[in-house]
T-cell receptor
Framework: EAQVTQNPRYLITVTGKKLTVTCSQN?????MSWYRQDPGLGLRQIYY???????DKGDVPEGYKVSRKEKRNFPLILESPSPNQTSLYFC??????????????FGQGTRLTVV | GENVEQHPSTLSVQEGDSAVIKCTYS??????FPWYKQELGKRPQLIID?????GEKKDQRIAVTLNKTAKHFSLHITETQPEDSAVYFC??????????FGAGTRLTVKP
């Protein structure tokens, strides 16, 4: 079954304690991205990746890191989480076709609380 | 970069009525416009999309229209049902494959 898998689904952590949210897709998609969702702000892009070893900043990259060592995985790293990073996070992937043929497939979401 | 604006932020309709959600985008190079539905506590899911070489697309009760000259596109839901209640997001993707989302519209369909 085609899917994007995020882990963990829920996480409560303390300020400053490094954490990683994993994202994996089994569709051989080139493009992967991370979004955070906050009430009234919709989905804001954090980072995206066009392919292996290629990453770029989105709209709100401050406080986050990503890596793309393999095509299927795109982890989101918070080196020193702060309470303003409390949010719902979504990973997404899509095939990189020009013109684009398909929208993004989303993971289940990770609800992060930083206290 | 691309900027997408979505209106209204909330919309309440009576069951059976139509609902229209509108989005504008800034980058004239954008060429793909998907719409996502997000039910409470769930992930966004693609419900319909349109490419820039098409003006209108319909799938049962859902239709999307695109006006490239004016840089706006709209979602139309006819004969609304309570299960249509959700948050709807529009998005625009440019040639660099980067997707930008609108802020979302919370649709409530009253029985």
């Amino acid at each position: 079954e085609a899917q994007v898998t995020q882990n963990p689904r829920y996480l409560i952590t303390v300020t400053g304690k490094k954490l990683t949210v994993t994202c994996s897709q089994n569709m051989n998609h080139e493009y992967m991205s991370w979004y955070r969702q906050d009430p009234g702000l919709g989905l804001r892009q954090i980072y995206y990746s066009m392919n292996v070893e290629v990453t770029d900043k989105g709209d709100v990259p401050e406080g986050y890191k990503v890596s793309r060592k393999e095509k299927r995985n795109f982890p989101l790293i918070l080196e020193s989480p702060s309470p303003n990073q409390t949010s719902l996070y979504f990973c997404a992937s899509s095939p990189q076709l020009l013109p684009p043929e398909a929208g993004a497939f989303f993971g289940q979401g990770t609800r992060l609380t930083v206290v | 970069g691309e900027n997408v604006e979505q209106h209204p932020s909330t919309l309440s309709v009576q069951e059976g009525d139509s609902a229209v959600i509108k989005c504008t985008y800034s980058d004239s190079a954008s060429n793909y416009f998907p719409w996502y539905k997000q039910e409470l506590g769930k992930r966004p899911q693609l419900i319909i999309d349109i490419r820039s070489n098409v003006g209108e697309k319909k799938d049962q009760r859902i239709a999307v229209t695109l006006n490239k000259t004016a840089k706006h596109f709209s979602l139309h839901i006819t004969e609304t049902q309570p299960e249509d209640s959700a948050v709807y997001f529009c998005a625009a993707r440019g040639l660099d494959n980067d997707m930008r989302f609108g802020a979302g519209t919370r649709l409530t369909v009253k029985p």
